[in-house]
């Protein structure tokens, strides 16, 4: 399976914190950078970068997310996870794990609403 599974998604209140995981092969997981994208409501939005994270170690994050979100990966679960915290009402989005900006999950909606 080549295809990343995300899990975690949910409802949580401004403020609140959730955590979504990604679970990948090993064969994409071990040699490509992972990372998450999300799609707010709203057909015309484009899905916005989150947070990458390379087999280095080396991160990179969007804007809107910068000392909010972390991204990290367990290496041993061939998972990514992404630790949401102090989430916002704009945060609202499908989030989608990606490996390599190719390989897609078919992603986990988050709400924050109160």
């Known amino acids: 399976q080549v295809q990343p599974v995300e899990s975690g998604g949910g409802l949580v209140q401004p403020g609140g914190s959730l955590r979504l995981s990604c679970a990948a092969s090993?064969?994409?997981?071990?040699?490509?950078?992972m990372g998450w994208h999300r799609q707010g409501p709203g057909k015309a939005r484009e899905r916005e970068m989150v947070?990458?994270?390379?087999?280095?170690?080396?991160?990179n994050y969007g804007d809107s997310v910068k000392g909010r979100l972390t991204i990290s990966r367990d290496n041993a679960k061939n998972t990514v996870y992404l630790q949401m915290n102090n989430l916002k009402p704009e945060d609202t989005a499908v989030y989608y794990c990606?490996?390599?900006?190719?390989?897609w999950g078919e992603g986990s909606l988050v709400t924050v609403s109160s």
């Open positions: 947070a990458v994270l390379t087999t280095e170690g080396n991160t």
């Open positions: 990606n490996a390599d900006f190719r390989f």
């Open positions: 090993r064969s994409i997981f071990s040699v490509f950078p």
